[in-house]
């Protein structure tokens, strides 16, 4: 095989580039213009959790540091589950709640109602009745800071 001269190499990386960006071009072309339907539109309305507070479209409220932020399906009204840090309590929020998830070893149920421009949000704590005392100051605090969105 015969050894290429620093101009034959030059000249082979100039047409490597000039492929190279051919390529690039041809491809591109490839991208779609619009965005396809099913990445468009997302079902549901929007919930927007940023570090502790939670906001829908009916509601927005602070809900207590460290829990967790559980959203409801898309395909049901706007309602959250906020869970303790270590997995004791649950508290629950949304439009007229009639069901409440089930939590093992919780005792006491709390529940509190808000009304907010005619719509009814209701609120319900589940934990074991030893800590209630430590967690009914924050579900209260939770009520409290629910609004309107």
Known sequence: MKNLSHKDTKKLKMCLCFVSLVLCLFFSACVPARVP??????????VKV????YRSTLFTVEYPPGWDAITSAASSPPSAIF???????????GLD???????????TVEIRRVILGGTHIT??????????????????????SIRQT
């Open 123 to 144: 609120a319900v704590l589940r934990t074991p009745d030893q800590a209630l005392d430590n967690l009914l100051p924050l579900f209260e605090q939770l009520v409290t």
């Open 83 to 93: 869970v303790a840090p270590d997995h004791s309590a649950l508290i629950t929020l």
């Open 37 to 46: 339907p099913q990445l468009a539109y997302t079902p549901g309305p929007p």
């Open 50 to 53: 940023a570090g502790h507070l």
């Open 97 to 107: 709640i009639e069901e409440v998830p089930a939590l093992a070893g919780a005792d």
